[in-house]
């Protein structure tokens, strides 16, 4: 019915192209417009002016050898202003839009290693933005965002990527471990040593007090027993400490047995040689 009154109807966000004996002649805005075409008007087509997305997958090398697929996605439109080299210049939009992805993506991924691919994958996207923009421009495209959506390497290589990944981590793992262990051992080491250094010490102040009991009672002995001397203090307190020490090893049950010389030349010896060291001893104290 529209043909026959020779009016048409132009959706919004569409441009159509009118044509007079074959040959361009407007550009038709949404709306309503007459075209007679009993005088040689008539629609050569419409074009969208709605914005547009074509998805490029790509395979590609890159410098270390490694084959991937990069996927790309392209946001495209035409512009209102140039509808008509938008119609006729370009018979196939999206295949030039596709050999010009290939060609960027094709020279730019070999320049790079497959670690240094994904981490500028931004200034791939924004080579392939500037190239298609310089060229869609001249056919009446504008390129509004280009995006490198995916780097897929091939499954043998993301494999073997895992793997390296879960062997450093495991390494790490393992040096903080036997760092954990290092640090266990030296404060268990600085440990015993400061226990040996205070037994050592405690050992020290033992005996000392020992030497000075023994000393002590020597003294106040000979003072209270006239006519006895040092050394017979000394033998006596000797005997008595070496039969008490007889008689504690004796009544203990679970004691291992222990062979020592018993007899007075053994006594005599045991005590002659308990009563230089305390005299050194002394000596030295004093």
């Known amino acids: 019915m529209g043909n026959l009154i020779c009016c048409v109807q132009v959706d919004q966000s569409t441009v159509a192209i009118k044509e007079?004996?074959?040959?361009?002649?407007?550009?038709?805005?949404p709306g309503c417009h007459c075209v007679p075409w009993f005088l040689g008007?008539?629609?050569?087509?419409?074009l969208t002016l709605r914005l547009q997305q074509l998805d490029v997958k790509c395979e590609t090398k890159t410098k270390d050898n490694v084959f991937v697929n990069v996927?790309?996605?392209i946001q495209y439109r035409a512009l209102a202003d140039k509808a008509n080299e938008a119609f006729y210049k370009l018979s196939n939009t999206r295949s030039q839009i596709q050999a010009y992805v290939f060609d960027v993506i094709r020279a730019s991924v070999p320049k790079l290693n497959l670690d240094d691919t994904f981490e500028q994958k931004n200034e791939i996207a924004k080579a392939v933005e500037d190239e298609l923009e310089k060229a869609m421009s001249a056919y009446g495209y504008e390129i509004v965002q280009t995006l490198i959506v995916d780097i897929e390497p091939d499954e043998h290589v993301k494999r073997a990527?895992?793997?390296?990944?879960a062997a450093a981590r495991l390494r790490v793992a393992a040096n903080e471990k036997a760092e954990a262990e290092k640090i266990l051992q030296i404060k268990r080491a600085e440990g015993e040593a400061e226990a040996k250094y205070l037994s050592g010490l405690g050992i020290a102040r033992q005996r000392q007090a020992i030497v000075d009991g023994l000393r002590d009672s020597v003294l106040g002995f000979s003072v209270n027993v006239p006519g006895?001397?040092?050394?017979?203090?000394?033998d006596m307190v000797l005997v008595t400490q070496y039969f008490d020490t007889m008689k504690e090893?004796?009544?203990a049950s679970k004691s291992s047995a222990v062979f020592i010389p018993h007899g007075p030349g053994a006594?005599?010896?045991?005590?002659?040689?308990?009563r230089d060291g305390l005299l050194q001893a002394s000596?030295?104290?004093s």
């Open 71 to 73: 996927v790309a996605s």
């Open 228 to 234: 006895t001397t040092a050394k017979d203090v000394m």
């Open 161 to 165: 990527m895992n793997e390296i990944n």
């Open 267 to 274: 006594v005599r010896d045991v005590a002659a040689q308990i």
């Open 41 to 46: 008007s008539r629609l050569a087509g419409h």
């Open 20 to 29: 007079t004996f074959g040959k361009f002649n407007d550009v038709l805005q």
């Open 249 to 251: 090893i004796g009544a």
């Open 283 to 285: 000596h030295h104290d």
